[in-house]
């Protein structure tokens, strides 16, 4: 702004000049460099000469003021005067040329910004262009003047960024410095009191999510678009906007200069949640402050949650004003977007298998198991069963079209035996939903295929007990315990030193165990040889308490005697 100052003070002494200078040639070649505060954001610039003239490299003035060719003179007159009467006067280049000093003397960038505004929609053949990939830029013209400097058309198509203001300059070999951004959201989780982008919680567990960005500087603009757009996976469930601050300012739902809270349910069960800012140039102010807008939510990490290895995604972007030359009262203009920035939750859960201690091929149906432990909220038990048919599904419950039959050996068949005259039944899949309450039990039985699943686990130490054996072994006479770890680093994993055969599987994101039973011991069946030896177990118990009492007696008469 000081160069852009003292260039116009220039400019000012024009107008005191009554006799001629030392005149450059009108064709000698100049350098435009340009400098950007942000060097993250690609640019191509533009020069336009608008004012032509005879450049005093001795005093640094320009002297001999007029319209550049392909200027169309009275067609910005005529602009100038409907946006700014300061210039219903003009009749020359020169006459606005000494209005623009007046602008700068009273530091009216408001006036300059309108200005430049006009100016950019009257440009005609352009004088160079920059070639450079990153700051800073050069552009290469030719003749003495004032140039007027914009982005390319199209050119600013990069997420996050934003074209650059105008900028006027009287040309030499300059150096000028773009004002510009690239507006980069921070999405991240609160977790004990830490900010991260990954974290595990339990099915019913609430989230808080806190999103971060630099309040968009907004010089130039007369108006300013500014929206976030929030998208939950099918995982979580949005609860409430807990606060939305601009710099230190609190903003109110819905009121006057707040914000418009809009969430949408998607056909492929995510959530968009947009937040409209209200009249955003009011808070111009605060854009070289290095202040930010947060955003505060809160969402629930439902049953639909995603578990393993992929986990439950939240992304986050804004739409904001990126063209301060296409904005008018009350219009934001021209938007872009920014790069998304995400959070994962993960989760994850425990498959148990059911086997014959004696053989490991044989699965076991009918054991039930509980699990405990200190990260549970909401668990998702799965299973199948036989039910007789015909059967009809219940809640949460599917039933497989194919018809089983029940054999001797209590196995099921979906071969009719040979003169069968028994029930049919069917395979039926079956969730059930448990929540953390009072005297809560999460529990669930190993089906025919010997498997129960516990669903929504987090990091953190658990205990499976044995609450019922299948028939005709032996239940377990201690619980099992394991223990669960996560990382940002790693992600889960089974505790160092856990001997309790829990085992993780990277490919799925979820932790197993295969459990063993063994038989009990067998009694005989009712009128086998097993009848005969308990009876004659029982009468040689009799004669042999008859014995004793008979010698206990002899001995106590020969005691008397």
């Known amino acids: 702004m000081k160069k852009f100052i003292s260039i116009m003070i220039a400019l000012l002494m024009v107008t005191a000049l009554t006799f001629p200078v030392a005149a450059a040639p009108n064709n000698v070649n100049h350098t435009i460099t340009i400098t950007n505060t942000d060097s993250s954001v690609k640019h191509t610039y533009e020069a336009y000469r608008v004012f032509e003239g005879n450049l005093d490299t001795t005093e640094e003035i320009l002297t001999n003021i007029n319209w550049s060719n392909g200027v169309d003179g009275a067609a910005l007159l005529a602009d100038l005067t409907a946006n700014l009467t300061d210039f219903a006067s003009c009749t020359s280049a020169s006459d606005v040329a000494n209005v623009l000093v007046d602008y700068i003397d009273d530091n009216n960038s408001t006036a300059i910004d309108t200005f430049a505004a006009v100016v950019g929609n009257h440009l005609a053949t352009v004088a160079g262009t920059s070639t450079e990939n990153a700051s800073p830029y050069t552009i290469a013209v030719q003749g003495d003047g004032y140039?007027?400097?914009?982005?390319?058309?199209?050119?600013?198509?990069?997420?996050?960024?934003?074209?650059?203001?105008?900028?006027?300059?009287?040309?030499?070999?300059?150096?000028?410095?773009?004002?510009?951004?690239?507006?980069?959201?921070?999405?991240?989780?609160?977790?004990?009191?830490?900010?991260?982008?990954?974290?595990?919680?339990?099915?019913?567990?609430?989230?808080?999510?806190?999103?971060?960005?630099?309040?968009?500087?907004?010089?130039?603009?007369?108006?300013?678009?500014?929206?976030?757009?929030?998208?939950?996976?099918?995982?979580?469930?949005?609860?409430?906007?807990?606060?939305?601050?601009?710099?230190?300012?609190?903003?109110?739902?819905?009121?006057?200069?707040?914000?418009?809270?809009?969430?949408?349910?998607?056909?492929?069960?995510?959530?968009?949640?947009?937040?409209?800012?209200?009249?955003?140039?009011?808070?111009?102010?605060?854009?070289?402050?290095?202040?930010?807008?947060?955003?505060?939510?809160?969402?629930?990490?439902?049953?639909?949650?995603?578990?393993?290895?992929?986990?439950?995604?939240?992304?986050?972007?804004?739409?904001?004003?990126?063209?301060?030359?296409?904005?008018?009262?009350?219009?934001?203009?021209?938007?872009?977007?920014?790069?998304?920035?995400?959070?994962?939750?993960?989760?994850?859960?425990?498959?148990?298998?059911?086997?014959?201690?004696?053989?490991?091929?044989?699965?076991?149906?009918?054991?039930?198991?509980?699990?405990?432990?200190?990260?549970?909220?909401?668990?998702?038990?799965?299973?199948?069963?036989?039910?007789?048919?015909?059967?009809?599904?219940?809640?949460?419950?599917?039933?497989?079209?194919?018809?089983?039959?029940?054999?001797?050996?209590?196995?099921?068949?979906?071969?009719?035996?040979?003169?069968?005259?028994?029930?049919?039944?069917?395979?039926?899949?079956?969730?059930?939903?448990?929540?953390?309450?009072?005297?809560?039990?999460?529990?669930?039985?190993t089906g025919p295929d010997g498997r129960t699943n516990f669903i929504g686990l987090t990091a953190g130490t658990y205990t499976l007990t044995e609450l019922e054996e299948p028939d005709g072994y032996n239940l377990l006479t201690e619980p099992i315990e394991f223990e669960i770890t996560w990382d940002e680093t790693n992600g889960f994993a089974v505790a160092v030193g856990d001997q309790s055969g829990v085992t993780y599987d990277g490919t799925t994101g979820t932790f197993r165990i295969t459990v063993e039973n063994n038989k009990g011991s067998v009694l005989p069946h009712t009128g086998g040889i097993g009848t005969t030896i308990f009876m004659f177990i029982g009468a040689f118990l009799v004669l042999g308490a008859a014995v004793i009492l008979v010698s206990v007696i002899v001995t106590r008469k020969r005691e008397r005697f």
């Open 147 to 445: 140039y007027f400097i914009k982005d390319k058309n199209d050119s600013v198509t990069e997420e996050g960024e934003a074209y650059s203001k105008y900028m006027l300059n009287v040309v030499r070999d300059v150096t000028i410095e773009a004002k510009d951004e690239h507006l980069v959201p921070e999405k991240k989780i609160v977790e004990n009191g830490n900010e991260v982008s990954t974290n595990v919680a339990s099915i019913g567990d609430e989230i808080t999510f806190k999103i971060t960005i630099d309040v968009p500087k907004m010089d130039g603009y007369k108006a300013y678009t500014f929206t976030m757009n929030d998208t939950l996976s099918k995982g979580l469930k949005f609860e409430e906007i807990k606060s939305v601050t601009v710099a230190s300012e609190n903003l109110v739902e819905n009121g006057t200069n707040g914000y418009t809270l809009t969430t949408t349910e998607n056909a492929d069960g995510t959530t968009s949640l947009t937040i409209d800012f209200k009249n955003f140039i009011r808070y111009k102010r605060y854009s070289a402050t290095d202040s930010k807008v947060v955003v505060t939510y809160t969402a629930t990490l439902d049953t639909d949650a995603f578990v393993g290895v992929e986990g439950n995604p939240n992304t986050v972007d804004f739409t904001y004003s990126n063209n301060p030359s296409s904005t008018g009262e009350g219009d934001g203009g021209d938007t872009g977007i920014t790069p998304e920035s995400e959070t994962i939750t993960y989760t994850t859960g425990l498959n148990l298998i059911k086997v014959d201690g004696s053989d490991r091929s044989k699965l076991l149906q009918g054991a039930k198991f509980k699990i405990e432990g200190d990260g549970l909220n909401t668990v998702i038990t799965t299973g199948t069963k036989f039910e007789k048919a015909p059967y009809t599904a219940g809640e949460n419950e599917t039933v497989d079209a194919d018809t089983y039959y029940l054999l001797a050996d209590g196995t099921y068949s979906k071969t009719r035996p040979a003169s069968y005259t028994g029930d049919t039944y069917v395979l039926v899949h079956f969730t059930k939903y448990t929540t953390k309450s009072t005297g809560v039990v999460y529990d669930g039985t």
